[in-house]
Nanobody, 116 residues
Framework: QVQLVESGGGLVQPGGSLRLSCAAS????????MGWYRQAPGKQRELVAR???????NYADSVKGRFTISRDGAKNTVYLQMNSLKPEDTAVYYC??????????WGQGTQVTVSS
């Protein structure tokens, strides 16, 4: 069974940086796309960034120029580098993999809190 394990969340001051990681267990995985979503209290889950297997990316307008999604294919890992963090970036962040055979999988979520 394939699982996604996230790491890298935490508390950071405004203007700071964090890098989130999400690793998929298992071998010989065929990935269609990877993504990061977030959900703030009282709000719906929203797409933050997405990376397809041909290298195309798209970002939420609110994070463009500050966040970067990347992958290490050999490790089945996706990253989200978050710079210039703002209090409004505070949320639980979830990774998402679209896999052939396994379908869509979600990570367990990691809390990111931006506060002074």
């Amino acid at each position: 069974q394939v699982q996604l394990v996230e790491s890298g969340g935490g508390l950071v001051q405004p203007g700071g940086s964090l890098r989130l990681s999400c690793a998929a267990s298992g071998s010989s995985l065929v990935v269609n796309a990877m993504g990061w979503y977030r959900q703030a209290p009282g709000k719906q889950r929203e797409l933050v960034a997405r990376l397809t297997n041909n290298g195309n990316t798209n970002y939420a307008d609110s994070v463009k120029g500050r966040f970067t999604i990347s992958r290490d294919g050999a490790k089945n890992t996706v990253y989200l580098q978050m710079n210039s963090l703002k209090p409004e970036d505070t949320a639980v962040y979830y990774c998402n993999f679209g896999l052939v055979f396994y379908g869509t999988l979600w990570g367990q979520g990691t809390q990111v809190t931006v506060s002074s």
